[in-house]
């Protein structure tokens, strides 16, 4: 009995966000059904934008829940500027009020109630309360901002190695600085061209970095899943797409619109298909990103689930084993999303550069 309490502390350590599993585990079946709607609604809280940091939960002998994590500020226009700590909320289960106005949170949004926190609904169980314009600090919103401000000090750092030791990096840009080249020596100039690679190196160092550590940050037990956010892949597809547009030559133009050497019936034909590409070439970028790291997330989250559930000695170290060997593999992910994204960039910014030449 010793050892199965001593790995159910091990898996619960490893796995903080399935706190409330681990400490109130079913004993028998009858609760299964209990434990495994609880670790679906963890692993969606986890993929979801939320207004706090939740790292896990656990019960008090009083039947309590009590959460562990930090709150961010709520930020609301609601025909004035209202502002409170999302932690007023308690996660959905209490209603804010503000001046002669409720608030409540109710599947991750925040909608105007009354002081009983009603809801209602309409025919097609949609909810009809008003939302007021949220503009708040959500946990994605903050690990974007650390992420930045992470990036700024360390490639500060490099660039004032630079001066002061000769152009020889220094402390931790020694491990960053072979990145840098790599991108610049493999990525940009073999698909960009040394005429105009560096037009678009800080554009490409840029988003590998920030994709790259907000990936491992998605591994964290704090329940950051940014990169598996779609509205973000899709900012960061969207600044592919106008860089590339709006830095094309006539040439790349021509290509799309009026294909050079091609007779006429076949420019006609081919023109909406290349238009095609130029759309699809991005959102095939912000899908590939978002669809990976959300199936890593989903994968690694339901195996962690799956320790509770076996309840055993057996089952729960199967599920530790593929789960560690996931996370393994979710490091290499992170990586190698970065540079796909990186990569597929400076292939689009060298189609828009590309000279031809007129015989041609």
Not at 44 to 58: A, M, Q, V, W
Not at 289 to 304: E, F, P, R
Not at 316 to 323: D, E, G, I, N, Q
Request: glycine share 8%; hydrophobic share 50%; aromatic share 14%.
């Amino acid at each position: 009995m010793r050892k199965k309490q001593f790995i159910s502390a091990i898996f619960f350590v490893l796995s903080g966000f399935f706190a409330q599993a681990a400490e109130g585990g079913p004993k028998d079946e009858e609760k299964s059904g209990d434990l495994k709607s609880e670790i679906k609604a963890y692993i969606r809280h986890h993929l979801e934008d939320t207004h706090d940091f939740s790292i896990g939960s656990y019960t008090t002998d009083q039947g309590k829940k009590k959460y562990i994590g930090f709150s961010l500020p709520v930020i609301l226009w609601d025909d004035e500027l209202v502002s409170f700590s999302s932690g007023k909320l308690k996660h959905g289960k209490a209603v804010h009020q503000v001046g002669s106005k409720y608030y409540k949170l109710y599947h991750g949004k925040i909608y105007l109630t009354d002081a009983e926190g009603t809801i209602t609904y309409d025919a097609d169980k949609k909810v009809t309360n008003d939302k007021p314009l949220d503009l708040s600090m959500t946990k994605s919103v903050v690990t974007m901002l650390f992420t930045a401000a992470l990036m700024f000090f360390l490639f500060r750092s490099l660039a004032n190695s630079y001066k002061t030791n000769g152009s020889i990096a220094a402390g931790v840009g020694r491990f960053f600085e072979p990145i840098v080249i790599y991108i610049r020596d493999d990525i940009a100039i073999p698909n960009i061209g040394k005429k105009h690679y560096r037009t678009y190196m800080s554009y490409l160092l840029t988003i590998f970095f920030f994709v790259w550590f907000l990936n491992i940050l998605g591994l964290s037990p704090l329940g950051i899943n940014v990169t598996g956010n779609i509205a973000v892949t899709f900012g960061l597809a969207l600044l592919t797409f106008l860089i590339t547009n709006l830095t094309a030559n006539k040439n790349y133009w021509a290509h799309i619109f009026w294909m050079p050497g091609v007779p006429v019936l076949m420019k006609i034909v081919l023109a909406p298909i290349e238009l095609l590409g130029v759309i699809i070439k991005p959102f095939s970028l912000l899908i590939r990103l978002y669809a990976n790291i959300q199936a890593g997330h989903i994968v690694l989250m339901s195996l962690i689930g799956l320790m509770f559930i076996f309840n055993n000695w057996l089952g729960s170290s199967l599920s530790f084993v593929l789960a560690f060997a996931i996370s393994i593999i979710e490091v290499l992910v992170a990586l190698l999303q970065a540079y796909i994204f990186t990569m597929l960039s400076a292939l689009y910014f060298g189609f828009a550069v590309e000279e031809h030449e007129e015989a041609h």
